[in-house]
């Protein structure tokens, strides 16, 4: 089982439409979450912090359940310049500490 | 704002050869951090670094890497003996603090092997 897992989409949606992104964890002990944006051949920027209560940024949301291990990411009102790839960050304490990218998923917002 | 800074922004370089990427983490961060992108996939952790010396690193980073912070601003990554497939995107990044706290990234560096 990959250690951090994403739906590599791609996801193609209008502009305005709510868009969806799952992620799942393998290691139960994973300690802090994060989405990032990465813009093709580009660095990856952090998105949001995923917290356990889940938090609201603008037109995100994100959401983690450790129950079941899985992250999420909503987007509403989607905007041309939305479209990136969307990359699931999972960070193991695992002695020091190890970050984890999924592979990520791609989203087209289309006029 | 603050950036993580990179350079060369593309290295090209003969197989075999070394090469040393270099960049300057934001000021007041504590941690550092190296992570390779090779075309179409996935970013991979390589090496993280904090007070000095290395804190974690993954099953990449072998013998032919090294990492160093050789005064108080840059922190270089070091591939002794490069082969074809070390061709990648390097990130540098750092954090405030470690324990999982947002990592901010460099724009990266290009490395082409030939």
């Known amino acids: 089982r990959k250690e951090v897992e994403q739906d590599p989409g791609p996801f193609n949606v209008p502009e305005g439409a709510t868009v969806a992104f799952n992620c799942t964890y393998s290691n139960s002990a994973s300690q802090s979450f994060f989405w990032y944006r990465q813009d093709c051949r580009k660095e990856p920027k952090l998105l949001m912090s995923v917290y356990s209560s889940g938090n609201e940024d603008g037109r995100f949301t994100a959401q983690l359940n450790r129950a079941s291990q899985y992250i999420s990411l909503l987007i509403r009102d989607s905007k041309l310049s939305d479209s990136a790839t969307y990359l699931c960050v999972v960070t193991e304490n695992t002695g020091g500490f190890k970050t984890i990218f999924g592979a990520g998923t791609r989203l087209f917002v289309k006029a | 704002e603050p950036e993580v800074t990179q350079t060369p922004s593309h290295q090209v370089t003969q197989m075999g050869q070394e090469v040393i990427l270099r960049c300057v983490p934001i000021s007041n961060h504590l941690y550092f951090y190296w992570y390779r992108q090779i075309l179409g996939q996935k970013v991979e952790f390589l090496v993280s670094f904090y007070n000095n010396e290395i804190s974690e690193k993954s099953e990449i980073f072998d013998d032919q890497f090294s990492v160093e912070r050789p005064d108080g601003s840059n922190f270089t990554l070091k591939i002794r003996s490069t082969k074809l497939e070390d061709s990648a995107m390097y990130f540098c990044?750092?954090?405030?603090?470690?324990?999982?706290?947002?990592?901010?990234f460099g724009d990266g560096t290009r490395l082409s092997i030939l």
């Open positions: 990044a750092s954090s405030p603090q470690g324990r999982g706290q947002p990592q901010h």
